[in-house]
């Protein structure tokens, strides 16, 4: 899909959205407060910049961002889970304007966390950044993933397999999917126009995933640490531009 001038600016303002959610959560998030309380500060920001949520009751989920704890990878519904000294949360957050969406993740320290703990976050941002970094015209879909994957496990940390990132525009997930390793073939050609939602998820031990009972939550199987970044970008004639940065 490519998007056009007015499109990639709608696009451009719910990533702008997007990123004051990532600040304010970020912000607030210390030792003591409830996953609860970080999504009703993202509900804050969408309902005052005329946003709308594209997590809330996406397949009946109930919140408008994901808070996954420690050994959760992704899709971790908030509520009374107090965040502590010592944990890594991952928040993975949206927002629609005009019909058009953002989606970008993080995952912080919450106060002094392990060493590994603390290297798993700077690896995975990183793999997310050598990623983004493929998305130039003319190079393929998979070198995203290739990238990113090299990153992560260079550091002698595991790729997630079954989540991966996707294209993304008047739907939260659109095709193509945006895996985060290599594929086994190169994949299509990248064009000034395409947005993707690239979404590293890397874990300290194996790739492999668990979902809980709740039917969201995704933890992984080894019970080791896991770390999610995630932006929204376009690719442009001069290279990737970062909807969803602060
Ligand atoms: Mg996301
Ligand atoms: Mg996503």
Request: hydrophobic share 40%; glycine share 10%; proline share 5%.
């Amino acid at each position: 899909m490519i998007r056009t001038n007015d499109e990639l600016d709608k696009m451009r303002k719910a990533g702008r959205v997007v990123a004051e959610i990532i600040d304010k959560t970020r912000a607030f998030i210390r030792p003591g407060v409830t996953t609860h309380q970080v999504d009703a500060v993202a509900r804050e920001v969408i309902a005052q910049r005329g946003a709308r949520s594209n997590f809330l009751n996406y397949h009946g989920f109930p919140a408008v961002i994901c808070t996954s704890p420690n050994d959760m990878i992704v899709h971790g519904i908030p509520g009374d889970y107090v965040v502590k000294e010592g944990d890594l949360l991952s928040v993975d957050c949206g927002a629609i304007i005009e019909g058009y969406h953002g989606d970008a993740a993080y995952t912080m320290a919450v106060g002094q966390v392990s060493e590994v703990a603390e290297r798993l976050i700077e690896v995975t941002e990183r793999a997310l950044w050598a990623g983004i970094d493929q998305m130039r015209e003319g190079n393929r879909l998979h070198d995203i993933g290739r990238a990113v994957q090299q990153v992560a496990e260079g550091a002698g940390f595991s790729v997630v397999r079954k989540y991966v990132g996707h294209a993304i525009g008047t739907a939260m997930h659109e095709e193509p999917q945006v895996p985060n390793y290599w594929p086994g073939s190169p994949g299509p050609k990248l064009k000034v126009g395409n947005v993707f939602a690239v979404e590293p998820m890397v874990n300290v031990g194996g790739p492999d995933t668990i979902e809980l009972d709740d039917g969201w939550s995704v933890i992984t199987a080894d019970g080791s640490l896991s770390a999610h970044f995630e932006h929204t970008i376009a690719i442009t004639k001069d290279g990737p531009e970062v909807f969803t940065a602060p």
